[in-house]
């Protein structure tokens, strides 16, 4: 099974980043643009960890050293802007910035680290807060879609507060990937 764990986004939010999903995506449509696979609005999460391919008899003890995570206080998230990956001459990657207290880098690390010794490896690069619109292969953007994208660069979407993670199992579909949250995990103490 491929697991990731993840911060589910609130429906308000997810719907502001809906409307621009189905605007980007009627103007690709328009220009007959197969470079972009546009993200489902429901498949919208901010990942902490990919996991990645697991055997289901660890799947117990990942969910044991999640159960332990904990934080003093709740990360706050704001999403605002576009930007790409690596950069904008060749894109790999749209995303909407995300503006977060920074106890949001300390929950990734302390969710990175409990997996260590449930044989899971550490991130090799830093932990950079975003989300992720679209997918490009090959890494070209149209003009129009381009021009557009400049349009909205500052574009807010929103924000919420969290005291929960979740971790969702991720099945590859013809249709495109369709995750279920296996369970969610409180990371503030009950006061």
Known sequence: MRLFVALVIPAEVRNNLAAFLTEM????????????????????HVTLKFVGEVAPAKREGIRSALANVRLDGPVDLRFRGLGFFPHENQPTVLWTGLEASANL??????????????????????????????????????EKL????????????????????????????????EYTTLRSFRFMAES
């Open 25 to 44: 995506r009627v103007l690709t449509e328009q220009l007959a643009d197969k470079s972009v696979r546009w993200v489902r609005p429901e498949n919208l």
């Open 105 to 142: 880098a300390k929950l990734a690390d302390d969710i990175d680290q409990s997996m260590v010794p449930r044989g899971i490896r550490r991130e090799n690069r830093p932990f950079v807060p975003h989300l992720t619109l679209a997918r490009l292969a090959p890494p070209v953007l149209h």
């Open 146 to 177: 381009r021009e557009s994208i400049r349009k909205n660069r500052e574009q807010e979407f929103g924000g919420f507060q969290t005291q929960e993670f979740h971790l969702i199992e991720s099945t590859l579909k013809p249709a495109g990937a």
